[in-house]
């Protein structure tokens, strides 16, 4: 009985010692568990930034100057040698329905750094209109995501005493023209620059030319570069606009064994105008295409030697039609069709002077040889290099839409309801895009209700026959998103 008793007691004293030594390895695990949580939580949020900084993809967005569509080796073209940017395409996807964001340079431009149409953003036609502090654009947008950003060729969107500066604008490195009509000429004797943060003039060396120069910026910048830190470029090519002036060893290319253009008759240009002379102008004009097509040779091949090839979006464009302009005729146009299919030039709202070559390459991500015929606009830009660096969608100001799935083929990718332009030279123009049906009006400076004309892209692509009698009601959908789409504007006003 005593034994039993103490046993009772000792077991007793047991289980309470065992409950206690129980409940401290539960305490001391649970102390483990939530020490060992949130190193889990702080490493999986480590990882989720390392992660998300090492998708940020290195931007190199290259932009041309006046060329058709029709001028690439990709897009038909049968007399110019385009071979880097034909590969461009192959190792990528090509668009077929992409719009610029204007028929001249300054509010194209404007469109695709601001993600705004014409009917919205600030500027809407040439000059001397810088944006302003307000505008917030690409750069600035990929600066704060810790991108290093460079641009090199032509801005147009400011200059050096305006709120458009470029060092004002979320450029890191700039060398180029800051004015447009400095940007006519191929072999200037100046250039400006970014120098401790502020802009500075700088002389060229002798018999240079811009654009080899921008090449060079451009390729010592991605030189430069580590795989730490994302970046941006900007290449803004000055060719092939009007000055048809090119260094000799890609004329040669365009000359027979005589020395004479291989596109025989040639009208010569004369000297004593606004642009430089040239005996040449079609193959010229040739040459300028190729010899930007060798300047992005030279780009791709430092992107490849630095090891950046995996982890960089390239993207090739042009900000409007093909010219008419500096000795070049609509008959030039017409020999190499420029335009493609397309009906108009340089300061039309018909499809040459809006629709341009988009090509965007990502070994890896973009799957390659791809053509899409997905309809987006320079306004569509922004939000894409957006969402690409993992940053918020611009604000609700902006016209565009992010194309990322397409790009990538995932998920479902949202499209316009409409697209729309305004252009305020030659009587003052619009223009809209809805699905298949594209609308026009003339002379709107004249009269806000002037004639819509209006075309079936699907079965008319080169815009030959105007239907608005037939389809009244597609007429007054246009005429309605005209008004709608139109914003007044301090600079530029249909009234």
């Not at 490195?173 to 943060?197: C, E, R």
């Not at 009007?242 to 064994?257: F, I, M, Q, T």
């Not at 009208?267 to 430089?276: I, L, V």
């Not at 499809?351 to 320079?378: D, L, M």
Request: positive net charge; aromatic residues 12%; charged residues 20%.
């Amino acid at each position: 009985m005593r034994f039993n008793k103490v046993f009772k007691q000792y077991k007793n004293q047991i289980q309470i010692m065992e409950l206690r030594y129980y409940f401290l390895i539960l305490v001391f695990t649970g102390l483990l568990f939530s020490a060992s949580c949130k190193g889990k939580d702080n490493k999986k949020n480590e990882t989720v930034t390392i992660s998300n900084h090492s998708q940020k993809p290195n931007i190199v967005f290259i932009i041309a100057d006046d060329m058709g569509i029709g001028d690439l080796g990709c897009y038909g073209q049968q007399y110019i040698q385009t071979p880097n940017i034909d590969k461009l395409a192959s190792t990528g996807m090509k668009f077929t329905n992409f719009y610029a964001g204007s028929t001249v340079c300054a509010p194209s431009r404007a469109s695709l750094m601001t993600g705004q149409h014409t009917g919205t953003t600030h500027i809407r036609g040439n000059g001397e209109f810088p944006l302003r502090t307000k505008d917030t654009i690409i750069s600035q947008i990929l600066k704060k995501r810790g991108y290093t950003t460079a641009m090199f060729g032509k801005w147009g969107l400011g200059t050096e005493t305006t709120e458009g500066s470029p060092e004002k604008k979320g450029w890191d490195y700039f060398t180029g023209h800051l004015h447009h009509v400095d940007a006519h000429f191929q072999q200037p004797d100046s250039l400006w620059t970014i120098k401790k943060g502020e802009m500075a003039q700088i002389a060229t060396p002798p018999n240079s030319y811009a654009n080899e120069i921008f090449t060079d910026k451009a390729v010592g910048f991605i030189e430069n570069q580590t795989k730490e830190n994302p970046f941006f470029l900007y290449l803004s090519f000055t060719v092939p606009h009007a000055e048809l002036v090119v260094p000799n060893k890609y004329l040669k290319l365009y000359k027979n064994d005589q020395g004479q253009s291989i596109f025989m008759p040639e009208k010569a240009w004369p000297s004593g105008r606004h642009y430089g002379k040239q005996k040449y102008p079609k193959a010229a004009y040739a040459a300028l295409v190729t010899s930007m097509d060798a300047y992005i040779g030279r780009v791709m091949e430092v992107i490849k030697s630095k090891g950046f090839d995996e982890n960089t979006l390239v993207v090739f464009t042009s900000d409007n039609g093909t010219h008419i302009e500096g000795g070049r005729t609509i008959e030039d146009v017409e020999f190499f069709k420029s335009s493609s299919i397309y009906k108009g030039v340089k300061r039309d709202l018909y499809e040459g002077g809006i629709r341009e070559p988009f090509i965007a390459s990502w070994p890896g991500k973009i799957k390659a040889g791809q053509t899409s015929n997905h309809i987006a606009a320079f306004w569509d830009i922004t939000p894409t290099l957006t969402e690409l660096s993992g940053a918020k969608a611009p604000s609700a100001k902006s016209n565009g839409i992010s194309f990322v799935n397409e790009l990538f083929g995932k998920g479902t990718q949202k499209t316009h309801k409409y697209l729309y332009w305004e252009f305020f030279e030659g009587g003052g123009k619009q223009a809209v895009r809805k699905n298949q049906w594209k609308a026009i009006r003339l002379e709107v400076n004249k009269n806000r209700e002037a004639p819509i004309e209006l075309y079936n892209l699907a079965k008319d692509p080169s815009e030959s026959k105007n239907i608005a009698d037939q389809h009244p009601e597609i007429v007054k959908q246009m005429d309605s998103i005209m008004k709608i789409a139109h914003t007044p504007n301090p600079i530029f006003s249909f009234e």
